[in-house]
């Protein structure tokens, strides 16, 4: 019989895994609250926000027939329900409300460029969030 110098909570952790692995999960991460958290702020909560906000533009009512996949993708999850997600948001308004800012502020220098014709400034704010993507897309891979 094979040793093993696994604790019983590790061996419980890998019965876990191997769990959602089987259901088809590409992968198991355990993390703690914190980081969690502050994670779901970024890939989830501030989603639904900016979607939400994006489709209150007078133009989404008129854009029948312009829209292509970016919009789809964009507003995809504005449709949710709003008594679940105001209280999540709310459970993590710390953490979503300091990358609200963040994109605001981003936000800010587009407006700013486009305000001020600086076709140059654009150009590199675009660069800046291709070269980002494509640095976080390849490092995903791994």
């Known amino acids: 019989m094979e040793q093993t ?4 909570f590790d061996i419980k952790v890998e019965k876990i895994k191997k769990y959602f692995l ?3 999960f590409g992968e198991v991460i355990f993390t703690d609250e914190e980081t969690h958290d502050k994670t779901i702020a970024f890939t989830s909560q501030l989603c639904h926000v900016v979607s939400n906000a994006f489709i209150k533009s007078d133009t989404a009512k008129l854009h029948h027939g312009f829209s292509a996949g970016s919009y789809k993708d964009l507003t995809r999850v504005a449709r949710l329900n709003s008594n679940l997600w105001s209280q999540l948001m709310i459970d993590n308004a710390e953490n979503l409300s300091c990358e609200l800012k963040t994109l605001i502020d981003n936000l800010s220098k587009y407006y700013i460029a486009l305000e001020n014709k600086d076709q140059e400034e654009l150009k590199k704010l675009l660069e800046d969030g291709n070269l980002l993507k494509i640095e976080i897309d390849a490092r995903n891979k791994k």
């Open 5 to 8: 110098n696994l604790s019983e």
């Open 22 to 24: 089987s259901l088809g």
